[in-house]
């Protein structure tokens, strides 16, 4: 790991709750761009010199996660021993590897209109597609998932699901297309800006109220950056707006399960 690699460990560890309360990498060239940072959140030098730098022993990449959690390392002939070793068997059987968040990573092969989604420390996603499919969701402002399934292993579980392929983030939009006016709207619209709600429903209809209700079951806690995606003909998706903790206990849902509910979908719009 570079030092940048391990200052973003370092804090990740520390707001987890797993190293001293004062944790600080020791670099002898210190990044400029960081410094100033650093300045403009008002933790310029002062509180720099404050801070006892401890020297800390990270350990391999391989046999722990950014967030701290100890897994197994890979193992691509074992593939459900953990997700690490899922991801590596995929990778031997040419998925590339898309792209990664907190919890999960994703996989696609080069001409499929899926991926697979590996989640490695189970959150509230698969709660949120659920309710998705219900209320008609599913395949518009909320992905299709054809099918998810919980894995059990030694030290907890990992999912594996297949969702539909998106074919870019929100901060990758071409700026003359309805959809980047959409991704800016967002933010505006769910603090309450009526104009911002009057576009919003012009350009992709169900989305005021689809926002609203993200919020009224605490699913809007990560609403922003790649979690927000378009799919090829330009019609926005939140692939992954939540943060909590997983609620379902069934072990597996498969397409039927999660298939999209045209009733909900007319109802919770309230077009008649």
């Given at each position: ?28 060239k210190p ?17 720099v010199k ?8 990270f ?39 898309l ?24 959150d ?5 597609i ?26 907890g ?13 929100g ?24 104009l ?19 919020s009224?079951l ?35 849902l ?5 298939s ?13």
């Open positions: 790991m570079d030092w940048h690699q391990k200052q973003r460990w370092a804090a990740d560890l520390r707001r987890a709750g797993r190293g001293p309360k004062v944790l600080k990498i020791i670099n002898p990044d400029p761009a960081l410094v100033q940072q650093m300045a403009d959140w008002g933790r310029g030098a002062r509180h404050k801070v006892k730098a401890v020297p800390i022993k350990p391999n990449v391989e046999v722990a996660d950014l967030w701290g959690w100890k897994q197994p390392p890979a193992d691509s002939t074992k593939p459900f021993s953990c997700a690490r070793s899922y991801g590596a068997w995929l990778l031997k059987k040419g998925w590339d590897r792209g990664s968040g907190a919890h999960s990573i994703v996989y696609a092969k080069k001409d499929s209109d899926k991926v697979i989604k590996v989640t490695s420390n189970l509230n996603w698969i709660d949120y659920q309710w998705a499919a219900k209320a008609g969701y599913a395949g518009n402002l909320a992905p299709r998932v054809y099918s998810w399934k919980r894995h059990q292993i030694e030290n579980s990992f999912a594996v699901a297949v969702v539909e392929r998106m074919s870019h983030g901060y990758n939009e071409d700026l003359k297309h309805d959809g980047a006016l959409l991704f800016g709207l967002t933010r505006y619209a769910r603090k309450g800006n009526v911002a709600q009057v576009v919003m429903e012009e350009i992709q209809p169900g989305s005021v109220n689809f926002f609203k209700q993200l009224e605490k699913y809007d806690g990560d609403v922003g950056g790649n979690n927000i995606m378009y799919r090829k003909d330009g019609s926005l998706c939140l692939t992954d707006p939540c943060a909590g903790g997983i609620k379902t206990t069934v072990k597996r498969r397409s039927g399960d999660l999209p509910s045209l009733y909900g979908y007319y109802y919770d719009c309230r077009f008649w």
